[in-house]
């Protein structure tokens, strides 16, 4: 099943090679991921309750990771976790028991979501995705956004920006080669631009977590 009607062939095959050098790399880096995720886990892990608690329905988590979030969702969620590469989803799948929600896991590329049928999703969560993904690859990933949430469904994206705090865009600089290189993250993605110029997504509010660093994305789509 293919949904590709709104994008042209040749953006569709760029970002196809881009995910695999992204697979491959987080296929590699899932190895040894929540070690070196370790020191800033300790923040991140008391925002998740929040993060994913109030969320209800049927919930798609785009870039599931190694399931960090998975024991915080309520009960009553019927969640679909996607992630491009099979070694963090292996690892997400042996934090799948600690999940009090129906949860099921599978391999999908955000950019294209081949297996996820259209208007299905109350909410669509992601944590730290975007800023993974390439700039020329991110309005790909918004437009499935758009396409598998229902009309009225709610997004959250978390993401990382430069500080315009010159002390900490400063030490921010000095780790965004390793970031970029064991990640494939950086601190100066679009994300916000890319949802503010999709035609059916609409964003509701911003806010930072922390400093003005850990950018928090809400919106909702149209009734269309």
């Known amino acids: 099943m293919m949904y590709t009607g709104e994008r042209s062939g ?3 095959m760029r970002a196809h090679e881009m995910n695999l050098g992204l697979r491959a790399r987080y296929n590699i880096t899932a190895l040894f991921y929540d070690i070196l995720d370790y020191p800033w886990e300790r923040i991140y892990r008391k925002w998740r309750p929040a ?11 785009a870039g599931v990771g ?3 979030n998975l024991e915080f969702y309520h009960h ?4 679909v976790g996607i992630e491009l590469s099979e070694q963090m ?7 799948k028991q600690k999940a009090r929600c129906r949860t099921r896991l599978m391999i ?4 294209v979501m081949d297996s996820v049928p259209s208007g299905q999703f109350d909410w669509i969560l992601s944590t730290f995705m975007c800023c993974v993904m390439p700039d020329e690859i991110q309005a790909l990933a918004i437009e499935q956004f758009s396409r598998v949430l229902k009309p009225g469904g709610r997004f959250r994206l978390l993401e990382m920006v430069y500080s315009k705090d010159r002390k900490i865009r ?3 600089e000095l780790f965004a080669p390793l970031v970029e290189k064991i ?3 950086r601190f100066d993605r679009n994300t916000l631009q890319h949802i503010e110029q999709s035609s059916r997504l609409r964003v509701t509010g911003t806010s930072f977590l922390k400093e003005d660093t850990y950018l928090l994305i809400e919106g909702v789509r149209d009734q269309r």
Do not use: F
Request: aromatic residues 2%.
């Open 10 to 12: 040749r953006a569709v």
């Open 51 to 61: 993060l994913v608690g109030d969320l209800r329905g049927k919930v798609l988590e």
């Open 66 to 68: 190694t399931g960090k």
């Open 76 to 79: 009553d969620v019927d969640l």
């Open 89 to 95: 989803l292996r690892k997400s799948e042996n934090r």
């Open 108 to 111: 999908e590329d955000a950019t």
């Open 170 to 172: 400063k030490r921010q």
């Open 183 to 185: 990640y494939g993250a």
